[in-house]
DNA sequence: GACACGTGGTT
DNA sequence: TAACCAAGTGT
């Protein structure tokens, strides 16, 4: 309530710690609050979720996924006691799948450990698999009204522009200066409530490239905006292009089945069911690599029939250019030799498995050009109009007379 | 510190 | 189109 602001030492840095920042957010998120699924419940298992779903992922996009991991897994014992698969597949088409392992696996060992019931300290949040700094102080904070700071994306841009922070905020240095001062700026009371109101303030308003500065209650408090820098801070190192790979997958049929394989528990979509192929080496045929990767990892000799469709697809560290071929099975009995299970399915219940998203545009065209099982909308005819899949971006088909040189 | 780890929206 | 960004964590 003091009027005046003070100046707190924190590492050799000032940091203001006027109460009248935290006032005027407190009181704008009051107002300006989105309504959101998560912030209707106190159920400190059902804010876990939330954070873990919002981790590099857009409000939008999580809110139909937590409507439904809620009705699938109501509490934390449902999910502790829920098969991998039950819980990718709830998790399909979200990203990052070790957030889901992680949640699943962590449930378990609240079970184990705590009695069923999750730790109410960011300290002990912290040994969960898939908690980490942020998670256990938002967890803490807007679940059990601890007194502990969250830093995201959104909070290191407001705090960045509002003290005028150059550099990059995810460099030691700078990111520890930043939870200082989200520490230091914590009201008594309300810390979740805070929290939320950074983040709220950095998504809604202080935008990363367009803020709407008339928009802040903190605008006239706002370094960076009295320098006319808000739209150049903060500053991130140029990102380096995606390396781009190629590779060749096959629809191989037989008996009215399909083939898929399940990856392997770890690393790249990890526990997710695919059609099996790889990766093309140099001077390889597309054709010639999905015969060798169907010997190598099924044990498989299979003929490649047709192209069905080439797409496009970004993964969070590398792009893949993926030449789809319908095949079919010569001899050979399939084995998991380089995954983690392998499986002939109906068409039809190729729904009840977690695939990639670029797996699922492939899923769309299957069903789609077939009459009725489709599980989504029609899709055009493959090889003529690629079919346009939000999911996916997709490449010129080719046709079926031969390549393009 | 650097890199692996998904997907979709925005500009 | 391509880059950037998102309520980050684990190794």
Not at 65 to 79: D, K, Q
Not at 92 to 108: D, F, H, T, V
Not at 114 to 126: C, V
């Amino acid at each position: 309530m003091t009027p005046c602001a003070t100046l707190s030492q924190e590492g050799g840095a000032k940091i203001p710690t006027d109460d009248a920042i935290p006032r005027a957010l407190l009181a704008w998120y009051r107002r300006r609050r989105r309504d959101l699924p998560w912030r209707r419940t106190g159920d400190p298992y059902a804010i876990w979720v939330s954070e873990v779903m919002l981790q590099q992922t857009q409000v939008a996009t999580v809110i139909p996924y937590y409507e439904r991991w809620m009705r699938l897994f109501p509490t934390l014992s449902a999910l502790a006691a829920a098969p991998e698969s039950r819980v990718l597949k709830a998790w399909e088409g979200l990203g990052y799948y070790a957030r889901a392992r992680n949640l699943r696996r962590a449930a378990a060992q609240v079970l184990r450990e705590h009695g069923g019931r999750l730790p109410d300290t960011a300290e002990a949040l912290r040994r969960l698999p898939g908690v980490g700094r942020y998670t256990a102080g938002a967890v803490a904070s807007i679940a059990f009204g601890r007194r502990e700071p969250v830093v995201d994306g959104n909070v290191a841009r407001v705090l960045c522009r509002l003290q005028r922070l150059r550099g990059n905020p995810k460099t030691p240095p700078l990111a520890e200066r930043l939870w200082r001062i989200a520490r230091a700026w914590l009201p008594p009371r309300r810390a979740g409530d805070f929290n939320q109101a950074l983040m709220e303030l950095g998504a809604t308003v202080c935008l990363p490239r367009n803020p709407l500065c008339p928009a802040c209650p903190l605008r006239r408090r706002c370094a960076a905006r009295a320098r006319g820098e808000e739209r150049r801070l903060p500053r991130a190192p140029r990102r380096k292009a995606l390396p781009h790979v190629e590779g060749a997958i096959g629809v191989v049929r037989h008996a009215g089945r399909i083939l898929i394989d399940r990856r392997k528990p770890e690393g790249l979509l990890g526990g997710l069911w695919e059609f099996p192929g790889g990766k093309i080496e140099p001077s390889e045929t597309p054709e010639a690599c999905l015969r060798r990767e169907l010997r190598e990892e099924l044990g498989i000799e299979a003929d490649v029939l047709r192209p069905l469709t080439v797409l496009r697809h970004a993964y969070s560290h590398f792009r893949v250019t993926l030449h789809v071929f319908e095949c079919r099975l010569r001899r050979g009995h399939a084995q998991p030799l380089a995954c983690a299970e392998c499986r002939w399915v109906r068409p039809a219940d190729l729904r009840n498995y977690a695939f990639p998203a670029a797996n699922r545009s492939v899923i769309a065209l299957l069903l789609g050009s077939k009459q009725g099982g489709g599980i989504t909308a029609p899709v055009a005819t493959p090889l003529v109009h690629p079919p346009r899949i939000p999911m996916c971006r997709q490449a010129p088909a080719r046709s079926a007379a031969g390549r393009r040189t």
